[in-house]
Each structure stands twice: as C-alpha cells, then as structure tokens.
C-alpha cells in the first residue's frame, strides 16, 4: 500500500510544440486537502485533466492507491472513484437537482417495470440526492425537483460538490469552486470541501484565490512552467512567499512533507 | 473511525438547527409571476393546453353545433395526424438542441418504398413496410451521424438531406403514382391507419390512435427513463452532460435515427390518409411539424418542452384552421393566426429562459 491515494510521476503532455506538462510529479495523501496553485498557463488544468481522465498524458504514469492506471475518459477515472467538479459544473440548468445529480447513472425502478420499461426510481433517487444534500449543510435548497437554473451560483456549486461527494469513493477534485462566487457563498463552499475532509475524502483544490487555498489547504502543490516548482506547508510559507514561487521570483528551499 | 463518526454527526446537528428557518421563507418569497413561471418550467405544454382549450372553446360559442359536434372535433384530430405524428420526431430532434428539415422528405420517401416494394418488386406489404420504417431509420443515421460524429451543423445537415430525399424519392419512383384502388386490392395493410372507429359522429382512425399511442408512449420515454432524462441533458448544456457522464454521441445519433423511423411510421399513416401512394404528398410536413413544436412550447435552443406540447401545438394549428374554415373566412387568416402564435410562442420561451437567479 502506498502512502499516496493518488500520484502522478513524469507527466507529459504536449500540444503541437507548447509543452503544456514537463514531467509533472504529483502526490495526494489520503484524507488532506491539497491545493494546487500556479499561474495561468502553467498547466494546473492539463494536471487535472490528466488526473480525472479528461486527457491522456503523453508520457508518465498515474498511480492510484499505488496501483497504476490509465483513464481514457472521464467515466472511467469515475468508475475508480475519482470524482471531480468543473468549473463549469456540467450542470443542465434546465433539469431538476435530483435529475442533475443522478445523471449519467440514473437508478432503474427494481423489477419488471425497471427490467422492461426501464423506468427510473425517481423516489429512491430524490430521496438520496435530498440526503446528500442534508448532509452537506445544503437544506437551503427546498425542492429536489427544482430547476437548477432556479439557484444561486453557490447553491449550484453546492450541488456540484453533493453529486461529487455521493460518487467519489477515493478522491474528489474541484477546479475553481469559489472563482465566480461572492463571499458568503465562498464561505459555504469552503465549509463543504473541509466537510468533505472531515468525512475521510482527500480533496484536490485548484484555486487562484490565495486566502482560501491558505485556509483550509493541508499541503500546497505549486505548479510553473509544466512542473511542480514546490510542495510546502501553508504553515511555513507565506502567501507572498507562495507567490513568488508560482511566478520564479523565489525558489522554494526547503520541501516540506 | 470513531472520532470521524462524531465529528459527522457534530457537524450535521448543527445544521439541523440551521435548516429549519430556511425551510420556511421560500414559500413566502414566491410571487404569483414566480410561480407561474416556476409552473411553466416544470410544464412548458401548459400555455400550449390553455391556448388550445380557449380557442376550442372560442370557436365552440361562435360556431355552435357546427364546430362542437364530435364529427369536426375527431376531422380536426384526423387533419393533424400526420404532422402530430412528424411532429414528435422533430421534437426529439429538437429537444437536442437540432432541428430536422428532413423529416418530410424522409416521411414520403419511406411510403414510397412501402408502395414501390409492394408493387414493383412483389414484397409482401409486411416485409415492404418493414423495408420502408429501414429506410426512415437508414436516413436518420446518416443524419445522426453527420451531425454527433461529423459535427456538422443540424440545420445545414438537414438541409442537405431533404433536398437528398427528396430527389432520391422523385428519381426511385419515377414519379408514379400509386393508385388507391390497386392498394386497396392488393395489399390493403397499406391502408391499414386509413381504418377507422365510429362512435356515433366520431370517427378516430387507425392513424389518430396511432398518433396517441406515439405521443404517450415518448412522453413516458423521456420524463421515466435515463435515455429521456439524456435526451434533455444533450440539449441544454452537451458539453455538461459529456463531462457528466452522458454517452453524447450515441444519445444525439439513437434521436436521430428514432426520428427517421417515426417519420416511416408518419409516412405509413400517410397512405392511409390519401390512400395512394404519392412522391409529391406531405410537401408542406416539414414546416408544420416545425410550426407545431413551436407553439407546442419547445425550445429551439434545446432542453425544454415536452411532446405533449408538440401534439397540443398541432391541435391548435388544427383548430383555428378548421374552424375560420367554417367562420367562412379567407383561409389566409389562419397563416396570419399561426404566424402570430409562432412568434408569440418563441417570446414565451425567452421569457421562461430568462429565470430569477
């Protein structure tokens, strides 16, 4: 058993001639919040991409649970357990909660009417995406059967981050969650991903915003120019330190685990 | 594990606390405008049925017995058989954020194979039919798949078809007709929607059940099962439902091919209604079904309305045709009524778009 839940080691990944990896390390301990920072460009979303299965590496290895494997698709990194939430939240706005939620793995009625028709258990379903919900401290949202358009952008973030958590067995991921919300959602959100940590789910956290990522970060993975520049304690780093790093003006010295 | 565990139930005793408050204010915040537009949303078909009723009603005061009898109300359900029944296939298409301008083209041309395989190959009419319902579905792949696969937009993909269609239905069929008397001497299962119930004045042909059975059965399909629920996620947001987990393409192509085979089926009903088998029927299908989906209440741009709206959209078309037709009036004051309707409809569903948030 290897101390990582999910590792990735030499990844690359080019793009005609931009290298957008360069042998790219990446590690997440199991039960830590992990933010992965790094300025635009640098390649935090081709990582990402590469870990939740929405792209393949060109080269290297992604290890989970120590086990290696080879996602081809988003489905399949999902199957393993590795959830992860989009900036965009690929939620249809125009469906219900319960709908969006269970989308993609819809629950079949048991018995003849499931076999046959396949008709959905919409009962069961809008019971567990209500329970979810609960748990998560999202008893905001009133009707399971309500449009998603109908909410706010943190309830919908909400709801992004429940459907994760229902699924993700292993490890959730969340790109951006508080990047178009305002303060009070923020809080709420940032209250869901350290619930997520309470609940024994590691989180990867990629954000530009610096006093979140200090907040509840555990470790701080620090992207530039295709490769991991630094893994630091927020403990003993500051957020200018943490810039600097991110930009090249400062290298960081000591690596702590 | 211990410590986990009470630290969960810390953290949601406190939210019970929290939820209770909340749970009371949405009711009051609602206004009226809110809740009808919340009613919309859940049920775009409801303007459409209200419409429909007000103009039955409307027409049943001015008209009397003349319009309100069960004989015009079930000639009104017979008029729109045809284009209820294409008019599902193309809300299908369109639900998916498409539009299907072939599904005339595809509806002749697979009666014509129905009739040409009967009459010149000597198919049986079953094994002919069958053949027909290939070819609808054959089109809708090659639509599906030009479309999912190619990526090419709908609109220019069909487009194309139907001027593919439609050449191929006139160059295969020669331009013959087939006469009604020989089918029914032959092979009279071709006919077989042309077949009709009567209760007393009412008369519900083969084709109009046909057309009701269809439109409940996708009712159930897309509101009960995953591949419905796709269908709508496909068209509000694909990119969404991809990363979601919903099989795009194939969703995108089995809509496009179901909507091929139930234009075979509209084209089947096709023979029973006029009884021959015609390459130059059906010509105006294309834009009625299109006219019906509209102000059936369903989106252009894809991911809402319902079928049941597309069968009310058609019924009311219907409706203002049979009955200005019975006022007497210039026939063209029913295009000037459904042109209105159409752009009222549209401005509707802009309205329900632009939701609270």
Same mark, same amino acid.
């Given at each position: 058993?290897?101390?990582?839940?999910?590792?990735?080691?030499?990844?690359?990944?080019? /793009?005609?001639?931009?290298?957008?990896?360069?042998?790219?390390?990446?590690? #997440?301990?199991?039960?830590? =919040?992990?933010?992965?920072?790094?300025?635009?460009?640098?390649?935090?979303?081709? #990582?990402?991409? @590469?870990?939740?299965?929405?792209?393949?590496?060109?080269?290297?290895?992604?290890?989970?649970?120590?086990?290696?494997?080879?996602?081809?698709?988003?489905?399949?990194?999902?199957?393993?357990?590795?959830?992860?939430?989009?900036?965009?939240?690929?939620?249809?706005?125009?469906?219900?909660?319960?709908?969006?939620?269970?989308?993609?793995?819809?629950?079949?009625?048991?018995? /003849?009417?499931?076999?046959?028709?396949?008709?959905?258990?919409?009962?069961?379903?809008?019971?567990?995406?209500?329970?979810?919900?609960?748990? #998560?401290?999202?008893?905001?949202?009133?009707?399971?059967?309500?449009?998603?358009?109908? #909410? @706010?952008?943190?309830?919908?973030?909400?709801?992004?981050?429940?459907?994760?958590?229902?699924?993700?067995?292993?490890?959730? =991921?969340?790109?951006?969650?508080?990047?178009?919300?305002?303060?009070?959602?923020?809080?709420?959100?940032?209250?869901?991903?350290?619930?997520?940590?309470?609940?024994?789910?590691?989180?990867?956290?990629?954000?530009?915003?610096?006093?979140?990522?200090?907040?509840?970060?555990?470790?701080?993975?620090?992207?530039?120019?295709?490769?991991?520049?630094?893994?630091?304690?927020?403990?003993?780093?500051?957020?200018?330190?943490?810039?600097?790093?991110?930009?090249?003006?400062?290298?960081?010295?000591?690596?702590?685990? | 594990?211990?410590?986990?565990?009470?630290?969960?139930? %810390?953290?949601?005793?406190?939210?019970?606390?929290?939820?209770?408050?909340?749970?009371?204010?949405?009711?009051?915040?609602?206004?009226?405008?809110?809740?009808?537009?919340?009613?919309?949303?859940?049920?775009?078909?409801?303007?459409?049925?209200?419409?429909?009723?007000?103009?039955?009603?409307?027409?049943?005061?001015?008209?009397?017995?003349?319009?309100?009898?069960?004989?015009?109300?079930?000639?009104?359900?017979?008029?729109?058989?045809?284009? %209820?029944?294409?008019?599902?296939?193309?809300?299908?298409?369109?639900?998916?954020? %498409?539009?299907?301008?072939?599904?005339?083209?595809?509806?002749?041309?697979?009666?014509?194979?129905?009739?040409?395989?009967?009459?010149?190959?000597?198919?049986?009419?079953?094994?002919?039919?069958?053949?027909?319902?290939?070819?609808?579905?054959?089109?809708?792949?090659?639509?599906?798949?030009?479309?999912?696969?190619?990526?090419?937009?709908?609109?220019?993909?069909?487009?194309?078809?139907?001027?593919?269609?439609?050449?191929?239905?006139?160059?295969?069929?020669?331009?013959?007709?087939?006469?009604?008397?020989?089918?029914?001497?032959?092979?009279?299962?071709?006919?077989?929607?042309?077949?009709?119930?009567?209760?007393?004045?009412?008369?519900?042909?083969?084709?109009?059940?046909?057309?009701?059975?269809?439109?409940?059965?996708?009712?159930?399909?897309?509101?009960?099962?995953?591949?419905?629920?796709?269908?709508?996620?496909?068209?509000?947001?694909?990119?969404?439902?991809?990363?979601?987990?919903?099989?795009?393409?194939?969703?995108?192509?089995?809509?496009?091919?179901?909507?091929?085979?139930?234009?075979?089926?509209?084209?089947?009903?096709?023979?029973?209604?006029?009884?021959?088998?015609?390459?130059?029927?059906?010509?105006?299908?294309?834009?009625?079904?299109?006219?019906?989906?509209?102000?059936?209440?369903?989106?252009?741009?894809?991911?809402?309305?319902?079928?049941? %709206?597309?069968?009310?959209?058609?019924?009311?078309?219907?409706?203002?045709?049979?009955?200005?037709?019975?006022?007497?009036?210039?026939?063209?004051?029913?295009?000037?009524?459904?042109?209105?309707?159409?752009?009222?409809?549209?401005?509707?569903?802009?309205?329900?778009?632009?939701?609270?948030?």
């Amino acid at each position: 058993m290897s101390e990582f839940i999910l590792e990735a080691k030499g990844l690359v990944k080019r /793009f005609g001639r931009v290298v957008a990896l360069d042998s790219a390390d990446f590690e #997440l301990k199991a039960g830590e =919040i992990l933010a992965v920072i790094g300025d635009n460009g640098a390649g935090k979303s081709t #990582l990402i991409k @590469s870990l939740s299965g929405a792209m393949i590496p060109d080269e290297g290895e992604v290890l989970l649970n120590g086990e290696r494997v080879m996602f081809s698709s988003p489905m399949a990194a999902r199957a393993a357990g590795i959830e992860t939430v989009y900036q965009n939240l690929a939620l249809s706005p125009a469906l219900s909660i319960a709908d969006n939620m269970f989308m993609g793995r819809e629950i079949r009625k048991q018995g /003849f009417m499931g076999r046959v028709f396949r008709t959905l258990d919409k009962k069961t379903m809008d019971k567990l995406a209500r329970d979810k919900l609960s748990e #998560l401290g999202l008893m905001t949202i009133q009707n399971i059967r309500q449009p998603v358009e109908t #909410l @706010s952008g943190g309830q919908r973030q909400g709801v992004a981050v429940a459907r994760a958590a229902a699924f993700g067995s292993r490890v959730v =991921i969340l790109d951006e969650p508080t990047a178009a919300l305002g303060v009070k959602e923020s809080r709420k959100v940032l209250d869901l991903i350290l619930g997520l940590r309470e609940r024994g789910l590691p989180v990867v956290l990629i954000s530009h915003n610096m006093p979140h990522v200090f907040e509840v970060a555990d470790r701080i993975h620090i992207h530039r120019l295709g490769r991991r520049a630094a893994l630091i304690n927020p403990g003993d780093y500051s957020m200018s330190d943490a810039v600097a790093i991110m930009t090249g003006a400062m290298t960081a010295h000591a690596v702590a685990a | 594990m211990s410590k986990t565990e009470s630290s969960t139930q %810390g953290y949601e005793g406190g939210l019970s606390a929290g939820s209770a408050d909340v749970a009371q204010f949405a009711p009051e915040r609602r206004t009226i405008v809110k809740s009808i537009q919340h009613a919309l949303h859940v049920n775009p078909a409801l303007i459409p049925l209200f419409i429909l009723s007000l103009s039955v009603a409307g027409f049943g005061i001015i008209l009397g017995d003349r319009f309100f009898s069960p004989f015009s109300l079930t000639l009104i359900l017979q008029q729109v058989a045809i284009v %209820g029944v294409v008019a599902a296939a193309q809300t299908l298409v369109i639900l998916t954020k %498409g539009i299907d301008l072939s599904v005339g083209a595809i509806m002749v041309l697979s009666s014509v194979v129905m009739g040409q395989f009967t009459f010149r190959y000597g198919f049986p009419p079953e094994l002919a039919i069958l053949c027909g319902f290939a070819v609808g579905a054959l089109c809708g792949l090659i639509n599906g798949v030009l479309v999912a696969v190619v990526k090419l937009p709908p609109f220019i993909v069909t487009l194309g078809m139907w001027q593919i269609v439609l050449a191929s239905n006139f160059l295969y069929s020669r331009n013959e007709t087939i006469r009604s008397q020989d089918i029914q001497a032959d092979a009279p299962l071709l006919q077989f929607f042309g077949q009709s119930l009567r209760f007393g004045g009412a008369v519900l042909t083969f084709g109009v059940i046909a057309m009701v059975i269809l439109v409940a059965v996708l009712t159930y399909v897309l509101n009960n099962t995953a591949w419905g629920r796709h269908v709508y996620a496909v068209g509000d947001d694909a990119d969404a439902a991809q990363l979601a987990g919903v099989r795009v393409k194939r969703t995108l192509i089995s809509v496009y091919v179901l909507s091929g085979l139930i234009c075979a089926l509209a084209g089947w009903v096709l023979i029973g209604r006029i009884g021959s088998v015609s390459p130059t029927a059906g010509q105006f299908t294309n834009i009625e079904s299109i006219t019906a989906v509209v102000i059936g209440g369903i989106s252009l741009f894809g991911g809402r309305g319902s079928i049941l %709206g597309a069968l009310f959209g058609a019924l009311i078309v219907g409706v203002f045709g049979l009955g200005l037709r019975l006022m007497g009036t210039d026939p063209q004051w029913t295009y000037l009524m459904i042109g209105v309707l159409i752009i009222a409809a549209v401005a509707l569903d802009q309205w329900i778009r632009r939701v609270s948030t």
